[in-house]
């Protein structure tokens, strides 16, 4: 075994390999970007070295700062993670070729796989089904709308380097063709730097299901059985569980031997998924093989009992696999959702800003929660908006299920926007309680999955409220405490009045409407105006970031986070986010855009669709973003006029900034 590990990758998954590689023995080696100094998982490993800006570029995908830094730390291996490098066939040999144990497959291995199609044309004759569709070389525009119309509409565009949704594009009708081809190729490009795509026909409410594979050097391939991957927003995974619910023994065996004999048929060494989809009828074709670890890979290891970093490790320092494919044992089931920062609401756009509140359920056996990051830290522009992943087990499906709510309901989120209320919406749904999963759940389900926070209740406007006063408290007795008259009614913060009763108004801001709740002091409790009734509240415990709150004899726990004049009360629906109102500012509700299109985020600007003075109408594309490795299309809110572009394509543009001034008609 390796007695030093250089982890070439950042976040949840550096840290997870770290955690396995200390287990083992090993001195960890991290890598990290000039954002990325105080990241955890710089901290989680023995030693880090700097390789550059905080441009993925010149940092994690910089392969001659990646050796360098191997070199220098004398590393004996070097693990990839996934993302990033982790199926570039060049890094691969260039690791090799600097005297270091490469830990994945053989380049010649990532290079048949990297191409969609090339793995489409080697695997085939290996009696791997095959998704209908042209893998071929001919990049002409006109040539692939010819091939689409063959294949029959919908067709789906992807890039055949990479993934995670990156230059992919579902295309309805050939007049929408061209325009989504030439998006799909400009996204590739930026995210893989080659723009070569294939066609394929698009399965309606098809099924997304993969296989974990593992083989050795000594020729054994085995399957860790089926994960079902279905549960998609905008064609990166959501939600996955292992085993896939509802496939019979038969197919569930038909399709692992299917991926073992797509490794064999490549000489495969150590981990990797094939990617299939599936019909109604339990019919399955390839897609794609990821010549890496996936994100997903905890579900199988909890269902399989294994640690497949550990595998990964032993089988590239030369042992043989732990387990024949006899030995593996299918145990229980397991899900796993990934928190995004991201707004559900505005098609899952994602979000940057401070983790001012980030807490999850205790890891206890049946919860596991794999992360990077930890409470204060920044979700940058520059890398992936994950925040974590959130894993859970059960004897059966159900029980699983239903510890995902509850763990989904006891993670607490606050300072930026994310889709854990949207999860914990999944989580609920009959159809997926069912196991009725498929590539078009959200979008059949998406009115009953709308995660718009309803008008807060009186329980959360009360949970601010005492938020804001058990926060004066504590401040009112830390500075008492520095006084020479701690006791000193000067020092109380209980709202006292001159021949008047105790009371005070709270004014509480919440989606431009305001709450002004007025609280009377009666000893220890508060008489509390709620938006629906007047009750009794009190705070019957505290602990950092926690309340437990009494109002009308009801008694309940709550997350709240007070920064500033921002109150965060963390919710089962969400996070509702109050701004104390102060009297002396500006009027709420004051339309500051005044006709002007703005940047939703940080990005840099792909493309212009218009020119200054040009008449528009309504949703017509004006500029293109790129941020988060996905491009975003801004498009006209109404019928009128561009007055004029701010930035032009290869801008670098800030959150907020104007982009476009526009006159409606």
């Not at 339990?282 to 595998?311: C, K």
Request: negative net charge; hydrophobic residues 40%; aromatic residues 6%.
């Amino acid at each position: 075994m390796f007695r030093t590990l250089l982890i070439a990758n950042r976040g949840e998954i550096a840290c997870r390999i770290a955690r396995t590689a200390h287990r083992l023995g090993m001195r960890t080696i991290a890598v990290y970007s000039e954002a990325d100094r105080d990241a955890l998982h710089v901290q989680s490993c023995d030693e880090a070295v700097c390789i550059g800006p905080a441009s993925a570029r010149e940092s994690y995908l910089n392969i001659k700062a990646l050796i360098a830094a191997a070199k220098r730390t004398g590393a004996e291996a070097v693990h990839p993670g996934y993302g990033f490098l982790s199926e570039n066939a060049a890094f691969a040999q260039a690791v090799i070729d600097a005297g270091m144990v490469w830990v994945g497959p053989p380049p010649a291995a990532i290079e048949s796989m990297g191409s969609k199609s090339g793995a489409k044309a080697i695997l085939e004759p290996a009696g791997v089904p095959m998704v209908p569709g042209y893998h071929g070389d001919n990049q002409d525009p006109d040539f692939l709308l010819s091939k689409a119309e063959e294949i029959g509409f919908p067709v789906l565009i992807k890039a055949v380097a990479g993934g995670g949704g990156r230059g992919m594009r579902i295309v309805e009708k050939a007049s929408d063709f061209t325009k989504s081809l030439e998006t799909a190729q400009r996204e590739a490009i930026g995210a893989f730097g080659d723009g070569t795509v294939l066609l394929e026909k698009y399965l309606t409410k098809a099924r997304h299901v993969e296989v974990q594979v593992f083989a050795d050097s000594t020729g054994q391939v085995v399957h860790l059985f089926e994960r079902d991957c279905s549960i998609q927003r905008r064609h990166q995974k959501v939600v996955e569980e292992a085993p896939a619910p509802g496939l019979s023994s038969e197919t569930s065996a038909a399709i692992g031997q299917a991926a073992v004999n797509a490794a064999s048929a490549i000489d495969y060494l150590g981990a990797g998924t094939c990617e299939f989809l599936m019909d109604a009828d339990q019919n399955f074709y390839f897609i794609e093989m990821n010549t890496r670890l996936q994100v997903e890979h905890p579900v199988t290891e909890w269902i399989t009992g294994t640690d497949l970093v550990e595998w990964q490790l032993r089988v590239a320092a030369g042992e043989p696999l732990p387990l024949s494919q006899n030995d593996i044992r299918l145990q229980g089931h397991a899900i796993e959702v990934r928190l995004y920062a991201e707004d559900p609401s505005r098609g899952f756009l994602p979000q940057t800003g401070k983790l001012e509140v980030l807490k999850f359920p205790e890891h206890d056996g049946f919860v596991r929660v794999d992360t990077g990051v930890v409470e204060g830290d920044e979700v940058s522009p520059h890398y992936d908006p994950m925040i974590a992943k959130l894993i859970v087990r059960g004897e059966n499906r159900a029980q699983a299920v239903a510890r995902l709510r509850s763990a989904l309901a006891d993670t607490q989120i606050a300072g930026v926007t994310t889709n854990r209320a949207f999860l914990h919406a999944v989580a609920r749904h009959p159809a997926f309680a069912d196991g009725d999963v498929h590539t078009g759940f959200i979008d059949q389900h998406s009115a009953d999955l709308n995660v718009t926070l309803p008008n807060p209740s009186d329980e959360v406007v009360a949970a601010a409220v005492l938020a804001v006063l058990d926060q004066r408290r504590a401040t009112a007795e830390q500075q008492a405490a520095r006084t020479d008259d701690p006791y000193s009614p000067w020092n109380s913060t209980h709202g006292w009045r001159l021949n008047e009763r105790v009371h005070e108004t709270v004014q509480l801001d919440w989606n431009e409407q305001r709450y002004a709740v007025q609280v009377a002091y009666i000893g220890r409790e508060y008489h509390m105006t709620l938006p629906t009734s007047p009750a009794n509240t009190r705070v019957v415990h505290r602990e950092p970031g926690r309340l437990a709150v009494e109002i009308a004899g009801r008694r309940f726990n709550v997350g709240v986070h007070v920064e500033g004049q921002d109150i965060s009360v963390m919710a089962r629906r969400g996070t509702y986010r109050f701004a104390l109102h102060d009297p002396g500012t500006a009027a709420m509700g004051q339309d500051a855009s005044g006709g002007k299109l703005t940047a939703p985020m940080p990005g840099k600007v792909t493309k212009v669709h218009v020119k200054a003075g040009a008449a528009v109408k309504k949703g017509a594309p004006l500029l293109t973003l790129e941020a988060m490795k996905m491009e975003h299309t801004l498009n006209a809110p109404a019928d009128g006029t561009v007055v004029s572009l701010r930035f032009g394509e290869g801008d670098q543009v800030e959150e907020g900034v104007e982009l476009v001034a526009f006159e409606s008609a």
